[in-house]
């Protein structure tokens, strides 16, 4: 009499947002992409991903954020799961994921969920990958992959995907105004590029002024430095977004800025207090309907559960 094999049990990964506190858009590239110079930090809005043994693949979005995530082929974390099986012969899984990152809003929330996908293949079959690893297989899903991997504070470069650890001092504090309906990355980088088309665009170089910022830990001075070059592109097809920035600014908030290709807005706030009552100011102005608030440099996508019973 032969035993059943084994199971494995569950993993549930929980992974975070990222706002990008600098993003220089460089000319674009003959592979299609542009050359990027990035400085991403990991804030405390956070997507749970549980991937689990199945008979065919598949994944289920839930959570108050959820809407609009495919639940197909096109979702980012079940096309992490298929190339992991191109390189490691896996068998069939389901992802199961409950957003409470913005969808389409800037913040990474499908990358995010891939690079969970990616920590949880790995403890569910045993695949006994170290950080490189995973990073050169995130690396070949999109640009902000790979730093969700590990989270803090990055500069990214290429296309966003080459990492350098930032050294940043103390916590930083944010509200994020959450725009209704999302906006096509694609489409922000070809508005830029038309905003940008009788200019000479130079390769970008990361501003020492922001590292520095952040080495100080003082929020004063790292709002002084939080800039974005897709915000111009952001603000052309989405105008409604300038009033949200203002607001943000009108109401206490030290910097703003739009969350990489937008359309949520980040503001800098100098306290969890002050987050407090710039969250609040903002919804009773009726400027925006939904705001989140959160902290950072947080750790990238770590297991928080494996059950095993």
């Not at 990991?42 to 639940?71: C, H, K, M, N, Q």
């Not at 509200?175 to 830029?192: D, K």
């Not at 020492?208 to 002084?224: C, M, N, Q």
């Amino acid at each position: 009499m032969t035993s059943a094999p084994l199971v494995p049990a569950p993993v549930t990964v929980r992974v975070p947002a990222k706002v990008n506190l600098e993003l220089l858009v460089g000319p674009r590239r003959p592979d299609g992409y542009h050359a990027l110079s990035t400085v991403f930090q990991a804030v405390s809005l956070y997507d749970d991903v549980t991937v689990a043994a199945a008979e065919d693949w598949g994944v289920t979005v839930s959570g108050p954020l959820a809407a609009g995530v495919p639940e197909n082929g096109d979702n980012l974390a079940l096309r992490a799961a298929r190339l992991v099986e191109t390189h490691f012969d896996i068998d069939p899984v389901h992802i199961a994921i409950r957003k409470g990152i913005p969808v389409a809003g800037g913040m990474a929330g499908g990358s995010a969920d891939a690079a969970a996908t990616l920590v949880a293949l790995d403890h569910l079959w045993d695949l006994d990958l170290d950080r490189e690893e995973l990073e050169d297989l995130a690396s070949e899903l999109g640009s902000d992959v790979p730093f969700l991997i590990a989270g803090g504070t990055a500069m990214g470069s290429g296309r966003g995907e080459l990492l350098a650890p930032v050294l940043a001092r103390g916590t930083y504090h944010w509200v994020f105004a959450l725009a209704e309906g999302g906006l096509s990355t694609p489409a922000v980088y070809a508005e830029c590029d038309r905003l940008r088309a009788d200019e000479d665009v130079p390769d970008p170089v990361p501003t020492a002024a922001l590292v520095s910022a952040l080495r100080t830990g003082d929020p004063h001075e790292l709002a002084a430095q939080l800039s974005n070059d897709l915000q111009a592109a952001s603000l052309s097809l989405r105008p409604d977004l300038a009033e949200v920035l203002a607001a943000g600014m009108e109401y206490g908030a030290l910097g703003g800025i739009v969350s990489g290709s937008g359309p949520t807005t980040a503001f800098l706030v100098e306290n969890n207090e002050a987050g407090i009552d710039l969250a609040v100011a903002l919804t009773a102005s009726g400027v925006v309907r939904d705001v989140r608030r959160a902290s950072g440099p947080v750790h990238g996508a770590h297991v928080i559960h494996q059950r095993t019973d």
